[in-house]
């Protein structure tokens, strides 16, 4: 469907932004800071993996629901930044953001595949020595940093919007009329 003059998203694509927003965080929080402080040897680092692995699972569903909502309900016109590069540069962010969780999702479900975790989680198998064997999860650590440094811009340029030119861009993705 066609962008519109409707002035919000649609309030499922707006708990689903949120709900990805809370679980991407939480994702790279445990990726980048909790998992790598964990010993293979200790009990808790297979529980670890596998919320790691099932909530990475979930905010892939998310990704193909907002993907769908995204080309199936109104949505507002694209934010003007006041600068054609700007206005290029916030669309950028947003294809990149898709294609970076896409990433994440297919470099993760490749190693789960490879490092064949489900073996690993009802405990028919070790824990992986070093995840640096499989080859995704090279490209699932490029990919994280990748994420981080847009959600950087993103978030930026929320801010840069809502409080530098004032022109209540979060409300797009809020709840309301």
Same mark, same amino acid.
């Given at each position: 469907?066609?962008?519109?003059?409707?002035?919000?998203?649609h309030?499922?694509?707006?708990?689903?932004?949120?709900?990805?927003?809370?679980?991407?965080?939480?994702?790279?929080?445990?990726?980048?800071?909790?998992?790598?402080?964990?010993?293979?040897?200790?009990?808790?680092?297979?529980?670890?993996l596998?919320?790691?692995?099932?909530?990475?699972?979930?905010?892939?569903?998310?990704?193909?629901?907002?993907?769908?909502?995204?080309?199936?309900?109104?949505?507002?016109?694209?934010?003007?930044?006041?600068?054609? @590069? =700007?206005?290029?540069? /916030?669309?950028?962010?947003?294809?990149? &953001?898709? +294609?970076? $969780? %896409?990433?994440?999702? *297919?470099?993760?479900?490749?190693?789960f595949q490879?490092?064949?975790?489900?073996?690993?989680?009802?405990?028919?198998?070790?824990?992986?020595?070093?995840?640096?064997? @499989? =080859?995704?999860?090279? /490209?699932?650590?490029?990919?994280?940093? &990748?994420? +981080?440094? $847009? %959600?950087?811009?993103? *978030?930026?340029?929320?801010?840069?919007?809502?409080?530098?030119?004032?022109?209540?861009?979060?409300?797009?993705?809020?709840?309301?009329?």
């Open positions: 469907m066609s962008e519109t003059t409707t002035k919000r998203y309030p499922v694509h707006v708990v689903i932004h949120w709900l990805m927003a809370l679980l991407v965080f939480l994702m790279l929080g445990v990726g980048k800071g909790v998992m790598p402080g964990v010993s293979p040897e200790d009990p808790q680092k297979v529980g670890i596998q919320s790691h692995a099932y909530i990475g699972g979930a905010i892939a569903v998310l990704l193909v629901a907002r993907l769908v909502l995204r080309y199936t309900t109104r949505r507002p016109a694209p934010a003007d930044a006041g600068s054609a @590069f =700007l206005n290029f540069l /916030g669309k950028a962010v947003h294809l990149l &953001l898709y +294609l970076m $969780l %896409i990433g994440m999702a *297919v470099s993760g479900f490749g190693m490879q490092a064949n975790l489900s073996a690993v989680f009802s405990g028919a198998q070790p824990y992986p020595s070093n995840f640096f064997d @499989f =080859l995704p999860r090279i /490209g699932h650590g490029l990919t994280s940093w &990748l994420l +981080l440094a $847009l %959600i950087a811009l993103h *978030v930026g340029a929320a801010l840069f919007h809502q409080f530098i030119r004032k022109d209540n861009l979060l409300a797009r993705m809020w709840f309301g009329k």
